[in-house]
């Protein structure tokens, strides 16, 4: 299937909402899922993403039929306890769960690039990536093979920020 990653749009809004309600019900065994907030926060971070510039990132990837397929977010500036250095903290990873598996395991290698990338873009040298799903093996897998060190449903990468990509897609 051919796919291209592309910023978010404001337009775009309600499809990530539905693309997130498709796994509601990983999130509704801890969380009291409330679609009106998602859809708050995900309207604020395509703005600060356009008025900010560097601070958050939300990327869509859409199909030859323009349907959107997958979306990541992630933000910028955080950081840690530990640390006074700055990280970006992973806020979602939705795939399409009706894809094939193939596919879904591709988009999300883009995403570990996409997310390293933007790291690099706002020389922010940690990123951190965790996982509220049941199943998460396949996920933490894919950010070992990226490089990351895992930790339960936690993930840790140090980027090289001598790297500086010419674009994030």
């Known amino acids: 299937m051919n796919y291209t990653w592309n910023f978010a749009q404001i337009t775009d809004a309600q499809d990530l909402l539905n693309l997130s309600v498709k796994v509601q019900d990983e999130v509704d065994t801890i969380f009291n899922f409330d679609p009106n907030v998602l859809a708050h926060h995900i309207v604020l971070g395509i703005v600060n993403q356009y008025y900010t510039g560097q601070s958050e990132l939300v990327a869509v990837a859409r199909d030859a039929d323009n349907s959107i397929i997958a979306y990541t977010w992630a933000k910028s500036g955080d950081t840690t306890m530990w640390s006074a250095e700055q990280t970006v903290s992973v806020r ?37 990536s965790n996982s509220i799903r049941k199943d998460q093996n396949v996920f933490m897998r894919l950010h070992e093979q990226a490089g990351y060190t895992v930790r339960g449903g936690n993930a840790f990468k140090r980027v090289d920020l001598s790297i500086v990509p010419n674009s994030l897609f």
């Open 92 to 128: 979602m990873a939705h795939v399409d769960p009706d894809l094939s598996a193939r596919l879904r395991i591709q988009l999300i290698k883009d995403m570990l690039l996409i997310w390293e990338r933007f790291a690099q873009i706002v020389k922010c040298p940690i990123i951190t």
